[in-house]
């Protein structure tokens, strides 16, 4: 019979696996995620700082490395020049055409060729105008010779009618001869002389100097007065002269200089605006205004000593309408335009750049007068000005510390793998 009653209680514990009371296993849950959200906290504080400390560090760094280029303001004179299109037009332009007909049997000059006035171009076969010019002289000495014997007899009968040996009629008759063949004597002389022209015309001379161009009409062919072509065209090249155009609204100051007697230069350049081809002078003003364009046509001359102007060509030209003494200039490069409207930059002592308004005068292309906002001798920035702002902190190029513009530009790209490195280094 088994005994069902519960084994006497002698004061100790069973033995086998225990756990922690409820409250316990409380306590270190709370203790680990309090460790776990601090971390995490120090852990994000750390990151926001040291990435803030980069950031400044860039910020104060590209602060004091950014690279300008500076030019001083100066005084001086500055020409006032109006800048127009033009069209290298040739003072005569004459084609050579034959005065008679006749067969050209020889050709005097070389295409291209530099010829003067006078000198000797083509000839035309004389014989048939020296036979014509026999002629006329036979003529006139026969003529001559009547009218001499025609004299002799008006003083015979002047003498007899003296005498009342014969009428009057007789006598008015014979003075009327001689009237007649004086006539004809002066008629043969004028056909002589134009023998003689047309003989001088055989030998064709150019009416100019110039620069004689391509042949028209080559040796043997028969010419006549009527070919549209001639035998050769000739131009003046120097001196030449230039035809170019302005707005209407500089006429009444041109006007007004050149009555004042002024000789106003005008300088051509290619149509670049690169190469200086000649020196000139004002001529002339065109007496309208083209209503169409709204412009007016000038000439200009130039000597032309160095043939770099040739006819038609198209040019660029400056006239100098005035010279502004003693003021204030900038270059054109250190001009900004802006929500200030004109403004430039200028660098202080301690390299600082301060943005400053300016009224712009007359301008040469290189220089611009300044009629108030700087002053000469302060230092003007002519590169760079587009990464400046009013207060910034300059580095001139060529001093320390200083980044050009190519690395300048490179700041927003992203790093390489070296700065990568770096920085995840620093994260650690």
Request: net charge positive; with cysteine; aromatic share 4%.
């Given at each position: 019979?088994?005994?069902s ?11 086998g ?12 849950g709370s ?10 906290v120090?852990?994000?504080v750390?990151?926001?700082h040291?990435?803030t400390q ?25 020409p006032v ?11 005569a332009?004459?084609?050579v ?10 050709i005097?000059?070389?295409?291209g ?8 171009l083509?000839?035309?076969d004389?014989?048939?105008?020296q ?7 036979a003529?006139?000495a ?15 009968y ?5 005498q009342?040996?014969?009428?009057q ?11 007649q063949?004086e ?7 004028a ?7 047309n003989?001088e ?6 009416p100019?100097a ?13 010419v ?8 050769v ?6 001196p ?10 500089n ?21 670049a605006?690169?190469?200086?081809l000649?020196?000139?002078?004002l ?12 412009t ?6 130039f000597?032309?000593?160095?043939s ?13 309408l ?11 490069a ?11 930059y ?5 390299r600082v750049v301060s943005?400053?308004p ?6 040469d292309?290189?220089?611009v007068a300044?009629?108030?906002g700087?002053?000469?001798g ?8 587009d990464?400046l ?13 200083a980044?050009?513009?190519a690395t300048?530009?490179?700041r ?7 700065q990568?490195?770096s920085?995840?280094?620093?994260g650690?």
């Amino acid at each position: 019979m088994t005994d069902s009653s519960p084994p006497p209680d002698d004061g100790r514990e069973p033995v086998g696996p225990t756990s922690p009371p409820p409250s316990r296993r409380s306590r270190l849950g709370s203790l680990i995620f309090g460790v776990v959200i601090v971390l995490l906290v120090a852990g994000i504080v750390w990151f926001v700082h040291a990435r803030t400390q980069r950031s400044g560090q860039a910020a104060r760094r590209n602060q004091t490395s950014v690279s300008v280029v500076t030019a001083a303001v100066e005084r001086g004179d500055l020409p006032v020049t109006l800048n127009g299109l033009g069209t290298v037009t040739p003072l005569a332009t004459v084609t050579v055409k034959t005065q008679i007909n006749g067969r050209l049997v020889s050709i005097g000059f070389q295409e291209g060729q530099q010829v003067k006035a006078g000198d000797f171009l083509a000839q035309i076969d004389p014989r048939p105008y020296q036979i014509a010019l026999a002629q006329t002289k036979a003529q006139l000495a026969r003529d001559t010779a009547l009218l001499h014997d025609a004299r002799i007899d008006l003083e015979r009968y002047r003498t007899l009618a003296a005498q009342d040996s014969i009428p009057q009629q007789q006598l008015d008759t014979q003075e009327y001869l001689v009237r007649q063949y004086e006539g004809t004597v002066k008629a043969d002389e004028a056909a002589v002389d134009n023998a003689n022209l047309n003989l001088e015309y055989c030998r064709i001379v150019s009416p100019l100097a110039g620069r004689v161009g391509l042949r028209q009409v080559d040796q043997g062919n028969y010419v006549q007065t009527g070919d549209p072509n001639g035998i050769v065209v000739i131009t003046q090249l120097q001196p030449i002269s230039v035809i170019f155009t302005l707005p209407e609204d500089n006429v009444p100051r041109i006007v007004q200089r050149l009555g004042a007697g002024a000789k106003l230069s005008v300088t051509a350049y290619d149509r670049a605006l690169t190469t200086q081809l000649a020196a000139g002078t004002l001529m002339t003003v065109d007496n309208q205004i083209d209503t169409t364009t709204g412009t007016v046509r000038l000439r200009a001359q130039f000597d032309n000593r160095d043939s770099r102007l040739f006819p038609n060509q198209f040019v660029t030209t400056l006239l100098r309408l005035d010279t502004l003494s003693n003021a204030t200039l900038v270059p054109s490069a250190a001009i900004q335009r802006g929500a200030p409207g004109t403004f430039v930059y200028v660098v202080s002592a301690e390299r600082v750049v301060s943005l400053r308004p300016v009224k712009l005068g007359p301008a040469d292309g290189e220089r611009v007068a300044v009629q108030s906002g700087v002053n000469p001798g302060e230092q003007v920035v002519v590169d760079g000005a587009d990464k400046l702002r009013d207060g910034a902190k300059v580095t001139l190029a060529g001093e320390p510390n200083a980044i050009g513009p190519a690395t300048a530009g490179a700041r927003g790209a992203p790093p390489d793998k070296g700065q990568r490195r770096s920085r995840r280094s620093e994260g650690q």
